[in-house]
């Protein structure tokens, strides 16, 4: 089977978990996001994407090793959907960094048969997990699928004892609802789920001049969170005794490095 397609490796990165990192964008994801700001991303087999042999990838990844051990980084896999990809491929790159001793952390949208979270989770230090809508038929509407998989996925790996930053897109008027964050948190105590951290990531546009260069229909009209609804949300989560940041960054080991 040819190795999956890479569109991007995005060194330096501080916005894809904690520490410096290197962050792989593979090609091709199960979701369609109206929102999404990596249209590039979304086909499997799409141009903008190459193969990397797993030794081709290390040896590039190892120019940085001296920024993942001063900052307590490391690579983390994103795309697209990396859980989507060929599982072989993506458990032996996995597997090939920790023997390097390089923490790895996985960005996941969830929508992958819970197996692939199987073969990779004894070589994975992070999920950064993300819960893009509470509401089923909204989730269905928004992104083309059902959010029960991904619920069912977040739980399952909570029980086995994955740590997990839960990652919340939060679109204005969309999801950002106080009532949106009282059912997540309802859920998450109802299923004992705790993430070690919980990151709100405000929609932005960055990515719409993308959908044109593409030939891809634009996608609507969305908008941020306010402020001062994002602090109200930042004051949710840490009332109830969560690690919380607005933003992608996230500071999980400066305690025990």
């Known amino acids: 089977m040819p190795e999956p397609l890479i569109y991007k490796i995005q060194k330096f990165s ?7 990192r290197s962050t792989v964008f593979f090609q091709g994801c199960p979701l369609r996001c109206r929102w999404c700001h990596n249209p590039e991303s979304l086909s499997f087999d799409g141009e903008s994407g190459q193969e990397w042999s797993i030794p081709a990838l290390i040896e590039e990844l190892e120019k940085d090793r001296i920024f993942y051990e001063e900052s307590g980084g490391g690579v983390t896999l994103s795309g697209g959907e990396p859980m989507a990809q060929d599982i072989g491929y993506i458990t032996n790159l ?3 960094l920790a023997r390097r001793g390089i923490r790895t952390a996985i960005d996941t949208c ?8 199987e073969a990779v989770l004894p070589d994975v ?32 790996l909570s029980r086995d004892g994955a740590k997990i930053c839960l990652r919340l897109p939060l ?12 059912h997540i948190a309802a859920w998450l105590e109802m299923e004992g789920v705790r993430p070690v951290f919980v990151s709100l990531l405000p929609y932005h546009e960055y990515g719409n001049s993308k959908y044109a260069r593409l030939g891809l229909e634009s996608p ?10 994002l ?3 930042k004051t949710f989560w840490a009332h109830r005794g969560y690690q919380t940041a607005i933003g992608g960054a996230i500071d999980l080991y ?4």
């Not at 609507?220 to 609804?229: A, I, S, T, V």
Request: aromatic share 8%; hydrophobic share 35%.
């Open 125 to 156: 230090d992070l999920f950064l997990y993300d819960l893009k809508l509470w509401d089923k038929e909204r989730h269905i509407a928004l992104t083309g699928v059902s959010n029960e998989r991904i619920l069912l996925n977040l739980s399952r």
């Open 94 to 96: 996995l597997r090939a």
């Open 254 to 257: 400066s305690q025990t490095t």
């Open 14 to 20: 501080i916005h894809d978990g904690p520490g410096i």
């Open 231 to 233: 602090q109200e949300i």
């Open 110 to 117: 969830g929508e992958v048969p819970y197996e692939n979270f």
């Open 171 to 182: 679109i204005g008027g969309l999801n950002d609802s106080l009532a949106d964050m009282e």
């Open 220 to 229: 609507p009209c969305f908008e941020p969170p306010n402020q001062d609804r």
